[in-house]
């Protein structure tokens, strides 16, 4: 199957900083990425679809200015989580679709 | 939006057949049957898609009745790797995010 990376996978930053973190499709170009976030126990939750060349599509509830998504080439897209406090810390998930929806293997931030 | 309920939780031995069955009452039409499986602290992977009757590939297969009401993940002689949260979706072939719930899967535990 196709394959989704994310870089880090694991970051841990201060309160007040600001994280970025890549989705790339390796093998394979992806006009349209999503953005999901777990928390522990929970199920996946979806943030965000990342539109190449257009500005992304945020669900109900989430800060489009806090959570600011790139997706400036047909593989990559960026989340940058600005002024991170706590209640950011989660498992951030991104994937992209090539017949089916294909996930990256997730970024896990903690933010102290 | 197609909700789907699995068992929260199931527990099994190596070598054994698991059978995980989900239920969609309210598929649509053109919906597909996604499976996908999550070990912690990781993306889901994909497992196996179908519309009707049966699918197999090297992992799985998938059992649809004609209603497509419910889907049945079939899983052959599990090993200890198998221990895993499993996901059933339903959605466009593509897996169009704006039409996947994603609830808490079924947790499956292999045991020796």
């Known amino acids: 199957g196709a394959v989704v990376s994310q870089h880090p996978s694991w970051v841990i930053c201060k309160s007040g900083t600001s994280v970025k973190i890549e989705c790339r499709s390796l093998?394979?170009?992806?006009?349209?990425m999503f953005w999901y976030r777990q928390f522990p126990k929970q199920s996946l939750m979806l943030m965000a679809t990342?539109?190449?060349?257009?500005?992304?599509?945020?669900e109900q509830g989430v800060e489009k200015d806090k959570f600011l998504i790139n997706h400036a080439s047909l593989t990559l897209s960026t989340l940058t989580v600005t002024s991170a406090h706590p209640e950011d810390s989660s498992f951030y998930i991104c994937?992209?679709?090539?017949?089916?929806?294909?996930f990256g293997p997730g970024t896990r931030l903690l933010v102290l | 939006l197609a909700k789907t309920t699995q068992p929260i939780s199931m527990d099994s031995y190596e070598g054994q057949e698991v059978n995980i069955t989900c239920s969609h009452n309210?598929?649509?039409?053109?919906?597909?049957i996604t499976w996908y499986q999550q070990f912690p602290s990781q993306g889901p992977r994909f497992i196996i898609q179908?519309?009707?009757?049966?699918v197999t590939n090297e992992v799985a297969s998938l059992f649809i009745p004609a209603d497509r009401k419910s889907s049945t993940l079939s899983l052959p002689r599990v090993s200890l790797s198998d221990t895993a949260v499993y996901y059933c979706?339903?959605?466009?072939?593509?897996?169009?995010?704006?039409?996947?719930?994603w609830g808490l899967g079924t947790s499956l535990a292999v045991n020796p």
């Open positions: 994937s992209a679709i090539q017949e089916t929806q294909y």
């Open positions: 093998d394979f170009q992806a006009t349209t």
């Open positions: 990342s539109n190449e060349g257009s500005k992304a599509t945020y």
């Open positions: 309210n598929i649509a039409t053109n919906d597909y």
């Open positions: 179908g519309y009707k009757t049966k």
């Open positions: 979706l339903v959605g466009d072939q593509a897996g169009n995010n704006r039409k996947l719930i």
